[in-house]
Every structure is written in C-alpha cells, then in structure tokens.
C-alpha cells in the first residue's frame, strides 16, 4: 500500500473536482443520513420506518447536494498541482508550509509556495461560519439540557458530543486555520525576499 495516500487524494481531488466532490460528499451524506435516522429513533420508540428513512434520505441528501456544490466550487478556485507531482514531495511541501519556513530544495520550496497560494486563495467566510457554528452549538445546547434533566444517559451522551464538534471547530479548528494561514503567507514572503536577494547578487 502507497504510503503518500493523503497526497494521492489531494493531487486526484484537485485534478478531477467533479469526482471527488461525488465521493466525498456521498459519504458524508451517508453519515449526515444515519445521524439522522438515529436522531428520530431516539426521540421516539413509536416512529414508523418509511418516517426514519424519509428523514434519513432528505437531511442526507441535502446536505451532501449543497456540500458538492461547494467543494466543486472552491476546488475550482485553486491552481491544481500537476497531477504527476511527486506525493513525496506533496507531503514535504506540506511540512514546510505548514512550519511557515524554506528548506533546501529548490523544487519542493516551489511546490510549497504555490500549495500557500492555494490556501490563500480560498475564501474564509469567518462571519458566515461563526455564525453558523455558533447557531449549531446553541441549538445543541438546548436539546442536550431537557436530555440532561430527564436523565437519560444515551441521549445526552450522544447530543453531548454533537455539541461539542461544531464548538471545537469554532475553537481549536479556527486557531488551526488562522496559524495555517499565517504560515502560508510566511512561506511565500520568505520565498519572495530569497528571489530578490538572489536577483541582486
């Protein structure tokens, strides 16, 4: 088995939009599906089936429509990287975007600046997902509370942890994203400032 799987799937995604907007999405839209089907059983023991899976088909099949919109959407914002690109070399210039400094290669230096490009030149929306994630905690909050107090455990678990994810993305997740972000255009600056030293000699 390859040992560069992440990068393989990078290079493909970024190469064949379209296709890896259908898989990924359709995943997600099983999940988004099963979430969902379990939600209702939970909520009701008396729930007729045909009721479990029109939910389940509905909220999975919107979700993962409105997300291959928006994957094929910002994928084709991005330069993709030749699809023959070494994935070695993905991966090391993803080390040293990701440390916001150049290492000795030249080539694998390049291929660094453009993937910070390629970050930069996707949109953040922070109002937008702020809002968003904000919306979904306090959503989660109040199904979570009437779960807590009426004891049950398994409700509260699982309502418990689909609160918590949208807050850890708004947290840790934004923190990640902001110092990614940072990096990015660290790397291209220190490029930048190399060329220019370079011209002068």
């Known amino acids: 088995m390859s040992r560069y799987v992440l990068e393989r799937v990078q290079l493909s995604a970024q190469n064949h939009p379209k296709r890896h907007a259908a898989v990924s999405c359709a ?3 099983l999940l988004v599906a099963a979430t969902s ?3 209702v059983i939970q909520r009701s023991e008396t729930v007729s089936w045909p009721a479990v899976i ?3 088909v509905i909220g999975g099949g919107a979700w993962a429509a409105a997300m291959a919109v928006f994957v094929v959407r910002l994928q084709r914002r991005m330069k993709p990287l030749p699809p ?3 994935p070695a070399r993905v991966r090391a210039a993803r080390r040293l975007m ?3 400094e150049l290492g000795p290669d030249p080539e694998t230096n390049a291929l660094a600046v453009r993937m910070a490009e390629q970050l930069q030149s996707i949109p953040r929306w922070k109002k937008f997902t702020t809002t968003a994630f904000l ?3 306090i959503l989660g909050v109040l199904v979570t509370a009437p779960a807590i107090s009426d004891g049950e455990v398994g409700k509260s678990v699982f309502y418990g942890a689909c609160t918590l994810f949208p807050l850890l993305m708004l947290t ?3 923190a990640r994203l902001d ?3 940072r990096n990015a255009a660290e790397i291209r600056r220190a490029a930048e400032h190399r060329t220019n030293t370079e011209a002068e000699r």
């Open 179 to 181: 110092r990614h972000h």
């Open 37 to 39: 089907a379990l939600s």
């Open 135 to 137: 919306c979904t905690t």
């Open 27 to 29: 995943i997600g839209g």
């Open 84 to 86: 023959e690109t070494d």
């Open 172 to 174: 840790v997740g934004r």
């Open 98 to 100: 990701r440390n916001g």
């Open 54 to 56: 029109a939910v389940a």
